[in-house]
């Protein structure tokens, strides 16, 4: 069973940097991307980055220049790297994967970390 697992946010004041990683687990197949998403509070959840197993990246206009995303595609892992953190920034953050089997794609999310941007 393929499992994400943040690790914990927290609260930063603005300005701050904050990096969450995630790893994933029972990965039985090619992991085709990585990605975290941003939900805040009382919104819907975005995409803020996502790296693919090729090397692309993608992210949201909101965070270029701020946010770094990496990716490890042996072990399934990756890391965000947030900078100059913004009170919009705060909400829930989730890993998320995309898995191939055959030629089906299969969605995986974590648990979610809350990140909370205040002085």
């Known amino acids: 069973q393929v499992q994400l697992v943040e690790s914990e946010g927290g609260l930063v004041n603005p300005g701050g940097s904050l990096r969450l990683s995630c790893a994933a687990s029972?990965?039985?197949?090619?992991?085709?991307?990585l990605a975290w998403y941003h939900r805040p509070p009382g919104g819907e959840r975005d995409l803020v980055a996502r790296?693919?197993?090729?090397?692309?990246?993608d992210y949201a206009g909101s965070v270029k220049g701020r946010f770094t995303i990496s990716g490890d595609f042996i072990k399934n892992t990756t890391i965000l790297q947030m900078n100059g953190l913004k009170a919009e920034d705060t909400g829930v953050y989730y890993c998320?994967?995309?898995?191939?089997?055959?030629?089906?794609?299969?969605?995986?999310w974590g648990q979610g970390t809350q990140v909370t941007v205040s002085s």
């Open positions: 998320h994967t995309e898995i191939q089997r055959g030629s089906w794609t299969f969605d995986y």
């Open positions: 790296i693919y197993r090729n090397g692309d990246i």
């Open positions: 029972g990965i039985d197949s090619n992991v085709y991307s």
